[in-house]
């Protein structure tokens, strides 16, 4: 029996569709305390630097409301150290962000960038958050994370979605192998081990599967199947996925 997987609903997109009208409604702290009673481990958000979903108020509120752990997704700038070290969140997940971008393609480029992001990490860690690293699941970026002191690497699960969305089997296939050995390998380097990026409930079960995997941060999808049968129903329609895949 290998230890239970954590579930981080990420409800970005409840304040996307908030944002579309400029409104208070839908509330993603609302959507937040829902996911809670709907037995979500964590919820997640993500501040981007230019503010299309998630709000700086947003940030507070959870702070503020939430009872589970807060893992804020953003960008490694000086702007979002200093939100990060006035709110202090249980983790920081550090992720890669291009404004042209529709989501989050790519995982972060620790190796490029150590010496900085060493010294980024250094204070928020120092904070009591724990720092998780947003990256593709390739050596270079593992044994980075590993040397800059990062507790948590997040493995960009994007790719192998992708590839099972188009129908594409043998890239899904050499995905998932690639996802499998670096969650070992990162496991090996000391490094708690947590994916996400594109997951439904077609794509969760091999992922849930990996005993190295300590959670999974899932979002677009689950806002999504919400429209048709509420937060609550496809937040526990997920948990018992992941539970079966799991074993
Ligand atoms: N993990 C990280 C680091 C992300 O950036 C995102 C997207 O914001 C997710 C998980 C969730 O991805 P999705 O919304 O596709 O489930």
Redesign the pocket.
Known sequence: MTDRLRLGV?I??VATVRNARGGDVPCPLRAARLAEAAGADGI?A?LREDRRHISDADIEGLMRQLSVPLNL?MAATDEMQAIALRHRPHAV?L?PERREER??EGGLEVAREENRLAHFIAPLAAAGCRVSI?IAADPAQIEAAARIGAAVV?LHTGAYCDAHDAGRWEDRDAELARLTGMAAFAREKGLEVHA????TYETVPPVAALPQVREL??????IGEAIFRGLEASILEMRRIMDAARG
């Open positions: 990420n970005d997109h997640t993500h997704e997940c992720v989501t989050t947003f997040e996400g990026h594109g997951l941060n899932i979002g677009h999808f689950l």
